[in-house]
Nanobody
Framework: QVQPVESGGGLVQPGGSLRLSCVGD????????MAWYRQRPGKEREFVAS???????KIEDSLKDRFTIYRGAGENTVILHMSALTPEDTAVYYC?????????WGQGTQVTVSS
């Protein structure tokens, strides 16, 4: 299974925005589900948002007012747009994909919200 690649993390001030990108194998017609998870310091990995091929999107209830997920330029690219960030959003953000033959995690991208 080809590992997805995340990018876009970094240091941002409280109240700021970031856009994370997850790119899967663009040649894979069997990739149908892409999701973002995050792992905050000292906590377990948690669901953030997901997008199913065909357009159905889901966002964790507590994040709906600030986070959006949508397809990027490629068929197997998803963007997580985060706004009004707080220090509580500091985490490693991981992309997870599902295809007809398996699943795969990305390496993660660090997001740090600090002044």
């Amino acid at each position: 299974q080809v590992q997805p690649v995340e990018s876009g993390g970094g240091l941002v001030q409280p109240g700021g925005s970031l856009r994370l990108s997850c790119v899967g194998d663009e040649t894979d017609d069997e990739l149908y589900y892409m999701a973002w998870y995050r792992q905050r310091p000292g906590k377990e990995r948690e669901f953030v948002a997901s997008l199913v091929k065909g357009g159905f999107a889901k966002i964790e209830d507590s994040l709906k007012d600030r986070f959006t997920i949508y397809r990027g330029a490629g068929e197997n690219t998803v963007i997580l747009h985060m706004s009004a960030l707080t220090p509580e959003d500091t985490a490693v953000y991981y992309c997870w994909i599902k295809t007809d033959v398996g699943t795969a995690w990305g390496q993660g991208t660090q997001v740090t919200v600090s002044s």
